[in-house]
């Protein structure tokens, strides 16, 4: 097979860059578990040694792991990635996500966003965000609305976590918990059984107390979520005044949910 001299990778008939190429990497072994070195490089059409460089940024990021020559995907119930690599991870999906979230929040209102990545799409998605109050645990979120003006920028206070450049803790819930929001969005790391799970027990607490503290709770769910396990539950997915999901989300999920009592809204895209 003959590379591309750039050695990225061709995908429909465009040179790949590193970011989108490691997302695909990541979700490959998502799907199959585990796969040697050279799976991959036959996969994607690139060298073994970028592949080699590709997982050791994914490694130091807590998605995969070598072992026994193969590249297997961490226990996603027990490990999330980092936040500035998740950030742009299917980030058409949560661009869908954040434009339908955003144009149900009327101008002046008050929202809090927990550390989810999609809570920045939701920030660069929102109109009039100069009017509107935004609450929130992540560093990323608060950069976001910050460098886009928003009219009251509220961050919750607590201990930092550097993987996910957010504040958690007693202290974080604590202070959720003497505030009152119009809206709180957030997400999940997995779904089982209508439910909604993370594996981390701190981030689990700053999510519950958002969501008690807030008249209208969204849940953004990407569809590669519906394969993925996590340790905490912090919510079911009736419990949500919305649950908006992509259109990458196969129909049969969507109904599944609606049989269970789940008001369900189809992303349809940006405007």
């Not at 434009?99 to 109109?127: E, F, K, N, Q, Y």
């Not at 645990?137 to 993987?163: C, K, M």
């Amino acid at each position: 097979m003959r590379l591309p001299a750039s050695d990225e990778g061709i995908v429909a008939g465009q040179v790949e860059g590193p970011q989108a190429r490691r997302a695909r990497i990541a979700e490959y072994i998502m799907r199959r578990g585990a796969v040697s070195v050279e799976d991959l490089a036959a996969h994607l059409g690139v060298s073994t040694m970028t592949v080699y460089r590709d997982v050791a940024r994914l490694e130091e990021a807590g998605m995969l792991q070598r072992h026994h020559g193969k590249v297997a995907a961490k226990a996603s119930g027990l490990h999330e990635a980092s936040a500035r690599f998740r950030l742009e991870q299917n980030h058409e999906a949560k661009q869908e996500l954040a434009s339908c979230a955003a144009a149900m929040v009327p101008s002046g209102s008050s929202i809090m966003l927990d550390d989810s990545t999609s809570g920045v799409w939701v920030v660069r998605a929102l109109w009039e965000i100069e009017t509107m109050s935004i609450v929130t645990n992540s560093l990323l979120v608060a950069d976001e609305a910050e460098r886009l003006g928003a009219g009251n920028l509220i961050i919750v206070g607590g201990v930092y976590q550097g993987w996910a450049e957010s504040l958690v803790g007693p202290s974080a819930v604590a202070m959720i918990g003497q505030m009152y929001a119009n809206y709180a969005m957030v997400s999940a790391s997995g779904i089982s059984d209508w439910s909604c799970y993370h594996p981390y027990e701190d981030i689990v607490a700053v999510k519950r107390a958002m969501l008690d503290a807030a008249d209208t709770t969204f849940l953004l769910l990407d569809h590669t979520k519906f394969a993925r396990k996590a340790l905490f539950c912090f919510a079911s997915m009736a419990e949500f005044s919305a649950v908006i999901v992509d259109r990458g989300t196969p129909e049969e999920t969507v109904e599944g949910m609606r049989a269970e009592g789940v008001e369900v809204v189809v992303a349809t895209g940006t405007p």
